[in-house]
C-alpha cells in the first residue's frame, strides 16, 4: 500500500488507524511509519481513541522491531493505567520479542497470579518453551493449560502437531478426536485423523482411515485427497489375510476410487504432489 504521508493530517492518519483496526488488519511497516512521520506528536488530540492507538502502535513497533517505539507507548500506558494487565501483556510481549525470555515469564506469572481465569499468558508461556526448544516441556503444559480449558481447539490443533513432531501418533489421534467433537462437519478433521491413522499402518488403523475418508467424501465429494486415500487403503487391506473376507468389498471400493480419480484426470498429478499419505513427523 502506498501513502503519500506528507498529505495526511493527523486527522486522516487517526481515520486510516481506525480502518485497519476495524478490518483486523496489522499493516505493522505502515502504522510506524505513519505515527513517526505524522501522529506520535497530535496523538493527544485523538480523544477517546488515543489508547487503541497507542496499542495499535505497540503491536506494529514489535513486528517490525522498532522497540525504541514499544518501549515509549507501553510507558505511556503505564502511567495512565498502573498495574493493568493489558499494559503487562505488552510488557511480556517486548520481552519475548527481545528474547528475554526470564523476565518475559515473570511478567506473564504476575498476570496469572492476578486472573488465574485468562488463558492468554498461560499459552504464550508454552509458546516461550516451544520458542527454546524445550519441547516436552512445552507438551506437558500444554495437556495441564487443556485440563483447565477443555474446549480450546486451537489448543488441542497444537498439542496434535506437537505430538506429531514427536512422532506420537496414537495421542495426535486422541487431540484430532477431541477437535472432532467440536466439528464433526468438519471435512479437514476427519481427513486429518484418517492421514495420521493411515500413517500409524495396521489393519485396525488402516480401516479406522478408510472409514474417515468416507466420512471425508460424504461432507466434500470434491475432495480427491480423500478418493486416493480410499484407494491406498483398500489397496493395502487387500494384501492383508486379517480381511480376508472383505476382499471383494475392498476392490469394488477401491476401484470406485480409481475410476472416480481418473474421471477427474488428476489421478497422475495425485500421486506425484502427495506420493503416499502418511505424515511426516519433523
Not at 495526511?8 to 480502518?19: E, I, L, P
Request: hydrophobic share 40%; aromatic share 8%; glycine share 4%.
Amino acid at each position: 500500500m502506498s501513502l503519500d504521508y506528507e498529505k495526511m493530517s493527523w486527522s486522516d492518519v487517526r481515520d486510516q488507524f481506525r480502518t485497519w483496526r476495524e478490518e483486523t488488519g496489522r499493516h505493522s511497516e505502515e502504522v510506524v511509519q505513519l505515527w513517526v512521520a505524522v501522529l506520535e506528536d497530535k496523538v493527544h488530540k485523538t480523544g477517546n481513541e488515543r489508547h487503541l492507538i497507542l496499542e495499535q502502535v505497540i503491536i506494529a513497533a514489535l513486528d517490525t522491531a522498532r522497540f525504541d517505539i514499544a518501549t515509549k507507548c507501553t510507558k505511556q500506558l503505564s502511567l495512565e493505567f498502573p498495574g493493568s494487565l493489558r499494559v503487562m501483556k505488552f510488557k511480556a510481549m517486548r520481552y519475548e520479542a527481545l528474547e528475554q525470555y526470564d523476565e518475559a515469564d515473570e511478567v506473564l506469572d504476575a498476570i496469572i497470579a492476578k486472573d488465574e481465569t485468562n488463558a492468554a499468558p498461560r499459552k504464550r508461556k508454552i509458546a516461550i518453551l516451544k520458542a527454546r526448544g524445550r519441547r516436552l516441556e512445552a507438551i506437558k503444559e500444554l495437556n495441564e493449560y487443556l485440563k483447565k480449558f477443555m474446549s480450546d481447539q486451537e489448543a488441542w490443533h497444537e498439542l496434535c502437531n506437537m505430538y506429531l513432531a514427536e512422532g506420537e501418533f496414537g495421542k495426535a489421534a486422541f487431540c484430532m478426536e477431541e477437535v472432532l467433537l467440536h466439528n464433526p462437519h468438519s471435512h479437514l478433521i476427519h481427513q486429518r485423523l484418517a492421514e495420521i491413522r493411515y500413517t500409524m499402518g495396521g489393519v485396525e488403523n488402516m480401516e479406522s482411515a478408510r472409514t474417515y475418508y468416507s466420512q471425508v467424501l460424504k461432507l466434500n465429494p470434491h475432495n480427491l485427497r480423500a478418493l486416493y486415500g480410499i484407494y491406498l487403503c483398500c489397496n493395502h487391506l487387500d494384501n492383508s489375510r486379517a480381511v480376508s473376507s472383505k476382499r471383494k468389498e475392498l476392490q469394488k471400493l477401491s476401484q470406485w476410487a480409481l475410476e472416480q480419480l481418473l474421471t477427474k484426470q488428476t489421478i497422475v498429478p495425485l500421486e506425484a504432489a502427495f506420493g503416499n499419505l502418511e505424515i511426516k513427523s519433523n
